[in-house]
């Protein structure tokens, strides 16, 4: 399975910046066919930086999106839409599950919205610091991997890659935590074989899982050598490009 790493700008950037960004990274990553480079800007950017990409060298996500195709929903981007312009799309991200109040249903509906169209939903799962507390992450993981995949097939499963990112250990959350390797293990096990009783062991074993929370170059290789975690979701470390091309050298190295 290839290493993903994954950039993700939040609402960083103008289009100007994210394009010279764009620009700079492509020059300095060589082309390294195990390693997955996939940066998310924001949605103003996707159009002309999907002109500029090299997509044999990395591809573009979506941070958002909606899964009507069409219709009176203002201010959403649909699938629809996205689709030519981006390989990959976030979905249930904590930000959006927190503050724009997404639930497991929505969420469900964008992961099946995205497979239909041909676009590999990223679905972002993990529990807060208060559920950690008091003994709830085992039953929130569940509850939101069954609920975002509801609608896949397990033939369609292998379209779908996993983020688990614990709200404890996101740079953005107040008091933010990094998380230890032996904690990944964990839940990443946990993931694992809620997939392999859901829908099997061969396939359960196709899904890419990601570790995401306040990754930088001085603890991406540590977190790329959990067993069973299968690349990592920067945020704000990908804001700064060195850091970014540090941590995807990195990724190169583990995986060789
Ligand atoms: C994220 O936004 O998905 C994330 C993990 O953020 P950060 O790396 O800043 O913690």
Request: with cysteine; proline share 3%.
């Amino acid at each position: 399975m290839k290493t993903y790493i994954v950039g993700n700008f939040k609402l960083n950037f103008t289009v100007g910046e994210a394009s010279i960004y764009l620009h700079k990274l492509l020059k300095a990553v060589p082309n390294y066919r195990d390693i997955e480079v996939v940066v998310a800007p924001s949605t103003v950017a996707l159009q002309p930086l999907s002109l500029q990409i090299d997509r044999h060298k990395m591809k573009l996500a979506a941070q958002n999106g909606f899964y009507r195709d069409f219709g009176a929903y203002t201010g959403e981007t649909s699938f629809s839409q996205l689709r030519g312009l981006v390989d990959y799309v976030i979905i249930g991200h904590s930000e959006r599950r927190h503050i724009f109040g997404e639930d497991d249903k929505f969420i469900q509906k964008k992961v099946a919205g995205a497979v239909r169209n041909k676009l590999t939903p990223i679905l972002c799962i993990g529990e807060t610091e208060s559920e950690r507390a008091f003994g709830e992450t085992a039953d929130v993981i569940r509850d939101q991997v069954l609920g975002g995949l509801a609608d896949v097939s397990a033939e369609d499963l292998d379209k779908v890659i996993l983020a688990y990112e614990p709200v404890w250990a996101i740079s953005s959350t107040k008091a933010a935590k990094e998380a230890t390797p032996g904690e990944i293990a964990e839940v990443v096990k946990l993931i694992r074989e809620i997939l392999k009783d859901t829908y099997g062991v061969k396939v359960a074993e196709k899904v890419p899982i990601l570790f995401g929370g306040s990754v930088k170059k001085t603890n991406a290789g540590a977190y790329l050598m959990v067993p069973g975690v299968n690349g990592l979701l920067v945020g704000g470390a990908s804001l700064i490009l060195s850091e970014f091309i540090d941590i995807i050298e990195i990724a190169k190295r583990v995986s060789a």
